[in-house]
C-alpha cells in the first residue's frame, strides 16, 4: 500500500515498509510459545502457527473477525494435530514490524506479504506450487488452481526480484471509491466522474455540512489517491520505460517493473520536475484541500478495508477509499452506499491530460501470507498446509462470501458487490504501477504529508522527493544485484 521502494519490486502497491536493522528484536510482536514447545509437532503433538499481519477488514486490534474465526475453525477441524493463532498488527506500522521480524529472524510461521524482505529472509513456494494441492481433489499442480492473469511467474506483482513466488493470495483486491447513496441524494450530487466533477461534488458536499471524502494517516489513504493521478498524467512515458518483464529480463511487461523504474530514475527519464509529476503533485493537494477530512494526518488509520472507517460509517464523511472487502467492515450501517472509480482526470481540470482513463485494476495481494526462511520442521508443514487449505474453492468461499472478497482462484466468481471492482477502465491494472518512494524506514506518508499540509512549497517538495527517490533507488540497485546494468554504474 505504500509507494517505497521495495525489495522484492520497486513501486510496490500497499503498504510495503522497511527494515528497521538498527532496532532489531526491539518492540516486535513474537510469535509467541507454542505448544510443542519450539521446532514442535512431536509424536502425536500439537503443532502451533502464528498467522500475523494488520486487521484489513474491522477497527479490532484483537480480532481480524468472524469470517477468520470461522476460516481457521474449518481447518483446525481438518488437522486436528494443527492450531492456528492470530496476531493482529497496527495498520500503520505493521509494514515496519514485519520487515524488522524478518530481517532479525523472529517472525512468527505466516506473515503478511507487504513489507520489505530480501528473498531469502522468506521460504520460496516454488517447488510446492509445482505438487498436488491435497485438498483439491484431482489437482496435478497447486499453482494451476490460480486465475493466470493474477498471479503466477508471469505475473509481475507476484514474483520477487529473482522470479519466484513465495507468498499466496486468498483474495484479490480492488480499490474504488465508496459513497453515501443518502447523502448524495439529500444534497442532490451523483458519482463524479471527472477530475473536476469531484471539485464541484466536494464543494456542495462542504456547503451541506458533510466531508466530501474521509482521511486518516495511514499510507493507503495517500498512496492511492496519488497512484490514481499519477497513473493518468504519466501514461505517455510506458512504452518508452517498458524494457524488463517480469523475470528481470529484456522485454516486456502490461505494467512497469521494479526494474524499469529503477532504470527510469538511474536515467533521468523521470524526475521530481517532469511537468506530468509536478501536475501529479499539484492536483493531489487540490483535491486533499478541497475534499479530504480537514484534520486527517490527526486521524488514526485503523481498517485496511475502508478509510476513514468510522468517519464513513457515522455519516459524517460521504466518500472514502475502500476495497472490494470493505463490506465485512460496515456491516450494520444505517444508508445505502455504492461505489464508484476515482475520476478520470480530463483536459477540462489540466492541460497534461491525455484524457488516459482512470485505472486502478484487481491484483493478487489484498490478504496474502509467506513463511518466513526461519520456519523449519513440523510448523513449515503446517503452514504450507494451511496456504494449501485456503487455496482450496470449497474451503475458501464461505471467506470470500463473508468477506465481500474478490477471488484469486479461477474457479470463483465474484459476488455481485464485489464485481464492480473488476469491470471497465478501473479494473484494469495501472500501466505505470505505483511511483517511486524511498529507502527502507519511509512511508507514502513521511513523501508527501509536509507538502499536502502545507509546510513544504512546491519546489521544497520536489527537492525533498527526489532525494528520497535516489536513496531508495540506490538501495534497491544493490539489494538486487543490478550494479552490472549499464544505467546503473556508479549507483548502490
Given at each position: 500500500m505504500t509507494t517505497t521502494f521495495s525489495v522484492r519490486r520497486l513501486g510496490r502497491r500497499a503498504a510495503v515498509a522497511s527494515i528497521a536493522l538498527a532496532v532489531a528484536g526491539a518492540g516486535l510482536v513474537g510469535c509467541g510459545k507454542s505448544d510443542d514447545d519450539g521446532g514442535g509437532g512431536g509424536s502425536g503433538g500439537t503443532t502451533t502457527i502464528t498467522l500475523e499481519g494488520p486487521n484489513q477488514w474491522t477497527d479490532s486490534g484483537k480480532s481480524f473477525g468472524k469470517a477468520w474465526e470461522n476460516l481457521i475453525a474449518a481447518f483446525e477441524k481438518q488437522e486436528p494435530t494443527i492450531k492456528v493463532k492470530t496476531s493482529v498488527l497496527p495498520l500503520k506500522s505493521f509494514n515496519q514490524t514485519i520487515s524488522t521480524q524478518l530481517s532479525a529472524g523472529t517472525a512468527p510461521e505466516l506473515v503478511f506479504n507487504q513489507a520489505t524482505y530480501q528473498p531469502y529472509m522468506v521460504h520460496s513456494l516454488d517447488d510446492e506450487l509445482k505438487k498436488p494441492n491435497p485438498y483439491v481433489k484431482g489437482n496435478k499442480h497447486w499453482i494451476d488452481l490460480f486465475n493466470p492473469k493474477y498471479f503466477g511467474y508471469k505475473v509481475a506483482n507476484a514474483v520477487d526480484a529473482e522470479g519466484h513466488l513465495n507468498w499466496i493470495p486468498f483474495n484479490l483486491v480492488g480499490v474504488a471509491v465508496f459513497y453515501n447513496k443518502d447523502i448524495f441524494d439529500k444534497v442532490g450530487v451523483e458519482a463524479p466522474k471527472?477530475?473536476?466533477?469531484?471539485?464541484?461534488?466536494?464543494?456542495?458536499?462542504?456547503?451541506?455540512?458533510?466531508?466530501?471524502?474521509?482521511?486518516e494517516n495511514s499510507d493507503i489513504s495517500v498512496s492511492w489517491t496519488i497512484a490514481a493521478i499519477f497513473n493518468q498524467l504519466t501514461s505517455k512515458y510506458f512504452d518508452e520505460l517498458d524494457v524488463y518483464n517480469a523475470a528481470g529480463e529484456k522485454g516486456s511487461s502490461a505494467q512497469l517493473t521494479g526494474k524499469d523504474w529503477a532504470r527510469a530514475l538511474a536515467t533521468g527519464k523521470i524526475t521530481t520536475k517532469t511537468p506530468e509529476v509536478?501536475?501529479?503533485?499539484?492536483?493531489?493537494?487540490?483535491?486533499?484541500?478541497?475534499?479530504?477530512?480537514?484534520?486527517?494526518?490527526?486521524?488514526?488509520?485503523?481498517?485496511?478495508?475502508?478509510?476513514?472507517?468510522?468517519?464513513?460509517?457515522?455519516?459524517?464523511?460521504?466518500?472514502?477509499?475502500?476495497?472490494?472487502?470493505?463490506?465485512?467492515?460496515?456491516?450494520?450501517?444505517?444508508?445505502?452506499?455504492?461505489?464508484?472509480?476515482?475520476?478520470?482526470?480530463?483536459?477540462?481540470?489540466?492541460?497534461?491530460?491525455?484524457?488516459?482513463?482512470?485505472?486502478?485494476g484487481v491484483s493478487a495481494g489484498g490478504t496474502s501470507y509467506m513463511i518466513p526462511a526461519k520456519t523449519e520442521g513440523a510448523k513449515l508443514d503446517a503452514a504450507i498446509k494451511f496456504l494449501q487449505f485456503v487455496s482450496a474453492p470449497d474451503h475458501i468461499k464461505a471467506w470470500l462470501d463473508a468477506t465481500g472478497a474478490v477471488s484469486?482462484?479461477?474457479?470463483?466468481?465474484?459476488?455481485?458487490?464485489?464485481?464492480?471492482?473488476?469491470?471497465?477502465?478501473?479494473?484494469?491494472?495501472?500501466?505505470?504501477?505505483?511511483?517511486?518512494?524511498?529507502?527502507?524506514?519511509?512511508?507514502?506518508?513521511?513523501?508527501?504529508?509536509?507538502?499536502?499540509?502545507?509546510?513544504?512549497?512546491?519546489?521544497?517538495?520536489?527537492?525533498?522527493?527526489?532525494?528520497?527517490?535516489?536513496?531508495?533507488?540506490?538501495?534497491?540497485?544493490?539489494?538486487?544485484?543490478?550494479?552490472?546494468?549499464?544505467?546503473?554504474?556508479?549507483?548502490?
Open positions: 471527472t477530475y473536476a466533477d469531484m471539485m464541484k461534488v466536494c464543494s456542495k458536499l462542504k456547503s451541506a455540512g458533510y466531508t466530501p471524502f474521509a482521511g509536478v501536475e501529479t503533485f499539484k492536483l493531489v493537494k487540490k483535491f486533499y484541500v478541497a475534499c479530504v477530512t480537514k484534520n486527517w494526518s490527526g486521524v488514526q488509520g485503523n481498517s485496511g478495508a475502508l478509510v476513514g472507517i468510522r468517519q464513513f460509517s457515522t455519516g459524517k464523511a460521504a466518500m472514502t477509499w475502500g476495497t472490494d472487502f470493505a463490506t465485512s467492515a460496515i456491516p450494520n450501517v444505517k444508508f445505502g452506499y455504492a461505489t464508484t472509480p476515482f475520476p478520470t482526470v480530463t483536459k477540462e481540470s489540466s492541460s497534461l491530460s491525455r484524457d488516459f482513463p482512470a485505472q486502478f484469486a482462484l479461477t474457479d470463483i466468481e465474484p459476488s455481485e458487490a464485489a464485481a464492480g471492482f473488476t469491470a471497465g477502465d478501473w479494473g484494469t491494472p495501472m500501466v505505470m504501477a505505483y511511483p517511486p518512494g524511498g529507502p527502507p524506514g519511509t512511508t507514502t506518508v513521511d513523501l508527501y504529508d509536509g507538502y499536502l499540509l502545507g509546510s513544504k512549497t512546491l519546489e521544497q517538495q520536489e527537492s525533498y522527493l527526489q532525494g528520497m527517490w535516489e536513496k531508495g533507488l540506490a538501495y534497491t540497485v544493490k539489494t538486487n544485484k543490478w550494479t552490472k546494468e549499464p544505467w546503473a554504474k556508479g549507483i548502490g
